[in-house]
């Protein structure tokens, strides 16, 4: 099982991706740990997933439920909101256009054109102030001092692409509160680096983990995939996704 905080190199590397590019093939590599769904009765093959982003916490995600994507394409999009726009709408759209620049890339490929696609947005709001992705430290302390000692609600946007292009999706709040961080705790988690890359400038599965004193909703939606909305999608449109589970635990208890 691969830490979501730091195994999540893992996943990569068994995909065969040794970069995030947004060309990278990723057969899953044939290790004991990786999980062989079986094949479906309905179609005698197993449908293949592409996961329209390189992120590691996501594919980590994804393994903890026995789920090994075929494919990474991820695709790069403009992540500026919209004037006026609110988080929700904004995860929204971001995770649709990212499924649709993977789309546009797979369905060229004679593996994947009848792949089941999955992208994914998150964002940080405090009321309707969408926080983002510090990019330098002092934007990350500002960032976190917005955080810490009040409410905030994260919110991912997930969008499933079946193989003949219709569209599924779901967004799915978290509500958080963190408790009264001091500065010199604020200093040192930027000197940490843990916060680069994440939005909202933290990563709950880490050390942040310390910082949250209320969370009403999902935990895996804070990470960056709430998991059981994504099983329900795939369930829905007859992605197997309980056929990888009986190999999983075969090999969990050798």
Partial sequence: ??????GSRTALSRLGAASPE?????????????????????????????????????????????????????TTVDETPMKGEVPRHLVRR???????????????????????????????????????????????????????GRNHRVQTAVCLITPDDRIRERVVETRLRFRNLSDAELRDYIASGEWKGKAGGYAIQGIAGGFVVKLVGSYTNVVGLPLTEVITLLKGEGFPVSSYWPNLAEIETE
């Fill in 22 to 74: 947004p060309t990278t093939s990723a057969a899953p590599a044939r290790s004991r740990v990786t999980p062989t769904p079986r094949a479906s009765k309905a179609s005698g093959h197993r449908p293949k997933l592409v996961l329209a982003s390189g992120s590691p916490r996501r594919l980590a995600l994804l393994e903890q439920v026995g789920i090994i994507p075929d494919a990474l394409r991820p």
């Fill in 94 to 148: 971001l995770a649709r256009a990212k499924a649709e620049a993977a789309k546009l890339l797979v369905r060229a490929e004679p593996d994947y054109a009848k792949s089941f696609i999955l992208a994914a947005d998150t964002a940080v709001a405090v009321g309707r102030r969408i926080l983002g992705k510090p990019e330098e430290g002092d934007r990350a302390i500002d960032t976190l001092e917005r955080l810490r």
């Fill in 1 to 6: 099982m691969i830490s979501l905080r730091d």
